[in-house]
């Protein structure tokens, strides 16, 4: 089985930065970990996928972020971090870790998620 631990939410005013990191341990026999990334959630919105990266290093940023944020990852210690800066009131939301497992004969997708971390944006 494979868990997701987040850390570094929090309440920072306008135009602060925060971290947020996000391990993965467990393994299943087979499966390796393709991509990891982060999503948000704000009250009365749905999921949204904020940045991703893959193993090969490939990024990918919701538009509303791009320029502020940086998705980064550590491939040996199966974490995955999100540099957030410029923080606006509208990024508030909760911050859920995903990562996206292949593996098997024929090919499976795993998918698996974090509990979340409150990140807050106020003066």
């Known amino acids: 089985q494979v868990q997701l631990v987040e850390s570094g939410g929090g309440l920072v005013q306008p135009g602060g930065s925060l971290r947020l990191s996000c391990a993965a341990s467990?393994?299943?026999?087979?499966?390796?970990?393709?991509?990891m990334g982060w999503y948000r959630q704000a009250p009365g919105n749905q999921r949204e996928l904020v940045a991703s990266?893959?193993?090969?290093?490939?990024?990918n940023y919701v538009d509303s972020v791009k320029g502020r944020f940086a998705v980064s990852g550590d491939n040996a210690k199966n974490t995955v971090y999100l540099q957030m800066n410029s923080l606006k009131p509208e990024d508030t939301a909760v911050y859920y870790c995903?990562?996206?497992?292949?593996?098997?004969?024929?090919?499976?997708?795993?998918?698996?998620w974090g509990q979340g971390t409150q990140v807050t944006v106020s003066s």
């Open positions: 995903n990562a996206i497992m292949r593996g098997g004969t024929p090919v499976k997708t795993l998918d698996y």
């Open positions: 467990g393994t299943i026999f087979g499966f390796s970990i393709y991509r």
């Open positions: 990266i893959t193993r090969g290093g490939m990024t």
